[in-house]
């Protein structure tokens, strides 16, 4: 048996028939010769290594990750993201310093040679052999960019990345015969450029681009000589000549480099003395990548433009095949941010929530009639420390959302009244809607067994002077808890869900909505994005388009540019005309003179209205013109804070409702986003009067569904009881039932030990 050396490595005996062996086969490929599937070197043993004729005539050159640059729907910037940071870039931008310093210490045979350097092959083994080890390599340029490239394919496939960097025979062989395959289809000068754009050079920094931006803060043509040797010396091994945790070992590895080019007549001997007595003169530019480091404020946006990408099949067939397109790079993103409207949430949300308080806001903005999403913002920024949040309160759980979505109050009526109207009642209805009821039994569901109250559940008004008849305009107007629960209880639960599914209104988790009497007071949580998308329909009198964020794709690969497929936005009809032109009537009411006043706009037609939940747990305003749509969530994530003699924004408030704090985020929100834009009138309707009744304007029976009822799903149950509604300007606050504890994990990553929102 052959001795080993006490380490546990080859023999000096070894280590030369080792490297004999890759001389014998170097020569067999240059000379093109079919290696036997089992021969003298025992390449085929096992199925380590295919025969040489056998393995794929052609290596495809990889398409090298690179930044992904996230544009507003103006063109400018807003993040710059990439798995791996790299910017390519052509032979001509990069310093010729570099470009010798690299040859020099890599391969300093390399315009001499072919595929493989045979010279430099026999000069490792007489080296390897007296040393008793492998001190010296022998892989050339060519070879060492086939690996990147095999290393490059695989990505972040651990399994893969071992594949591609095994110390076999059998991945030597591939090696060598695409080498080959490189010099005759590239040339020196391609390979030189390929080589150094896809070589790591530590501080994740891949290419020479990023590398000088990373250590020296200017591009890769600006590199002077000592700054090219010390880039060149690190791709040996950037984890030990790492400059920025060792300088002194980088600068002793620097110098090596600049002697070698001293050796080869590259630069004379004064210049590499005068450049090793010069000190490293690092300018490091630390990474700036992903969402977290966007402008304007529209980190959650790009987190959404980011979750699109990965979840929508136009960009591949799986979540993995899109994730290995993303990860990729390369790509330019044009978005349907509208720097205006977003800078406009951005001011509205900073002045009425601080980031501190103890509960949040949320704000999204679209386009009617295109599905454009223009602006979306939270009080909390996006982050990881105190006060921050890496969730997007705006939308659903797939995208970065919550679990559930936030329960909505009375934004969810104007649902009901379409549906209503869509089947042929008249806003001219009335009912008694007395200060309490109990919910009718039975009411019809789809396709199923009838709801029943079987525990004689009750719903009320917001005071007890506040009892009909009403007719559906004053009942909107003042938000009457119990002219909703008998419209639903005589259309039926069906005709609502049905409008539902038109209006693509869905739970936060992504589940159609229960069909009981709690949701027409906004029971079950929905998003911001979800709810000013679907008032963007009554705007848009009565078609309803899916929401999008990605304008244009352009993928770079080499020196091509080429478009890729976007999601677009599909319109359908969800209601007609005049039922949309009655709703848009009914809520320009609610702001003119109703529980959303407080949120009106002096310069253009508006409509809207309230929700604020059980105990004032949340509170929102969702309103519109003709050509915006928008929505606002007050709230906490955790669905543990009751909005009652609280502090928000600096201001304290006693009572918190729909109309006196999202309602002037909203405003405000919109007003900016809106200056300089056309201000079109809505189409209405004529709807009589009713008889004026009640008092008080408040945000009146904005309540948060029941507990216990049947069929009320999650959020029903958490978040009980129909008789709290909001004491509006004065009015008293409803008599509340016990409430079962919060889930901890309503908000992805809440539960113990999640981070703080």
């Known amino acids: 048996m052959p001795k080993k050396r006490s380490g546990g490595g080859l023999s000096a005996t070894q280590s030369a028939a080792k490297f004999l062996g890759v001389s014998v086969l170097a020569g067999a490929v240059m000379a093109g010769i079919a290696l036997p599937a089992a021969g003298a070197l025992g390449l085929a043993a096992k199925g380590s290594v295919q025969g040489f004729d056998e393995i794929p005539a052609n290596l495809k050159s990889p398409q090298l990750s690179q930044r992904t640059t996230i544009l507003d729907s103006r063109g400018d910037q807003i993040a710059s993201v990439y798995s791996r940071d790299r910017t390519v870039v052509e032979l001509k931008d990069i310093s010729p310093y570099m470009q010798k310093s690299i040859v020099a210490i890599e391969d300093s045979r390399f315009y001499q040679h072919g595929a493989i350097d045979l010279k430099g ?79 790591f050079f530590g501080e994740q920094a891949y290419g020479i681009e990023a590398a000088a931006q990373r250590y020296f803060s200017k591009h890769a043509k600006d590199l002077n000589l000592q ?55 690092l300018r490091v530019s630390h990474p700036k990548n992903g969402c977290i480091t966007a402008t304007r404020d529209s980190a959650f946006f790009c987190k959404y433009v980011e979750n699109v990408f990965l979840t929508d099949p136009v960009f591949g067939k799986s979540r993995e095949e899109r994730a290995k397109v993303w990860n990729k790079g390369g790509l330019t993103i044009r978005t349907t941010l509208d720097p205006q409207a977003q800078k406009s949430v951005q001011d509205s949300l900073k002045e009425h929530v601080y980031k501190s308080d103890s509960v949040a806001a949320a704000t999204t903005l679209v386009q009617p009639g295109t599905g454009k999403v223009l602006a979306m913002g939270q009080s909390k920024p996006f982050g990881y420390a105190k006060d921050e949040t890496e969730y997007n309160f705006s939308v659903d759980r797939d995208l970065g959302g919550s679990n559930f979505g936030f329960p909505t109050g009375s934004t969810f009526k104007p649902f009901v009244a379409a549906a209503a109207i869509e089947g042929g009642k008249p806003p001219t209805q009335a009912y008694s809607a007395p200060y309490k009821m109990a919910y009718p039994s039975p009411v019809q569901r789809c396709g199923s067994t009838p ?27 003042k938000s009457v808890n119990t002219y909703f629960v008998q419209l639903i209880s005589d259309i039926g639960l069906c005709p609502v869900a049905k409008m539902a599914d038109k209006l693509h209104v869905v739970q936060g988790d992504g589940s159609k909505l229960p069909q009981t009497p709690a949701i027409a007071l906004g029971a079950i949580g929905l998003s911001p994005l979800t709810m000013a998308n679907a008032y963007a329909t009554f705007a848009a009198r009565g078609m309803y388009c899916t929401p999008v964020a990605i304008e244009s794709i352009t993928e770079r690969s080499g020196d091509e540019e080429k478009s890729l497929p976007v999601p677009k936005s599909t319109c359908s009809r969800a209601m007609n005309q005049k039922t949309a032109d009655t709703v848009n009537t009914l809520l320009r009411d609610v702001i003119d003179s109703g529980t959303g006043q407080e949120a009106g706009l002096n310069d253009r037609d508006s409509a809207g209205k ?29 669905q543990d804070v009751q909005m009652n003699n609280i502090t928000i924004g600096g201001t304290f408030h006693p009572l918190v409702f729909g109309g006196g704090v999202p309602g002037p985020i909203w405003r405000d929100a919109m007003s900016g986003a809106l200056v300089g834009k056309d201000a079109p009138d809505f189409n209405t309707v004529d709807i009589p009067d009713d008889e004026e009744k009640g008092d008080g304007r408040g945000d009146k029976g904005d309540d948060g569904g029941r507990q216990g009822t049947p069929g009320g799903g999650l959020i029903g149950g958490l978040f009980g009881g129909l008789t709290g509604g909001n004491g509006g300007n004065g009015g008293r606050p409803g008599a509340v039932k016990p409430k079962p504890k919060v889930p901890g994990n309503l908000v992805q990553g809440n539960a113990n030990g999640g981070r703080r929102n």
């Open 451 to 477: 709801y029943r109250n079987t525990e004689n559940e009750m719903a009320e008004n917001e005071n007890e002077s506040e009892k009909g008849p009403y007719r559906m305009k004053e009942a909107m107007a």
């Open 121 to 199: 092959v026999l000069r490792a083994l007489n080296k390897n052999a007296q040393s008793g080890g492998v001190a010296q390599g022998a892989s050339t340029l060519t070879q060492q960019l086939v690996k990147n490239y095999f290393i490059e394919e695989a990505g972040d496939d651990p399994t893969k990345v071992a594949q591609a960097t095994q110390q076999t025979l059998g991945r030597k062989v591939r090696e060598l015969k695409y080498a080959i395959q490189i010099e005759e289809k590239l040339g020196k000068k391609k390979i030189l450029e390929n080589y150094l754009n896809i070589t």
């Open 227 to 281: 700054e090219s040797a010390l880039l060149a010396g690190i791709v040996q091994s950037p984890s030990r000549y790492d400059p920025v945790n060792d300088e002194a070992e980088a600068t002793k590895r620097r110098n090596t480099v600049l002697q070698r080019m001293a050796e080869l007549g590259d630069i004379s001997q004064a210049e590499a003395d005068r450049a090793g007595q010069e000190p490293l003169g």
């Open 610 to 638: 309230t929700g604020t939940t059980d105990e004032r747990k949340n509170a929102w305003f969702v309103g519109y013109t003709p050509n915006m749509s928008g929505a606002v969530w007050v709230g906490s994530a955790r």
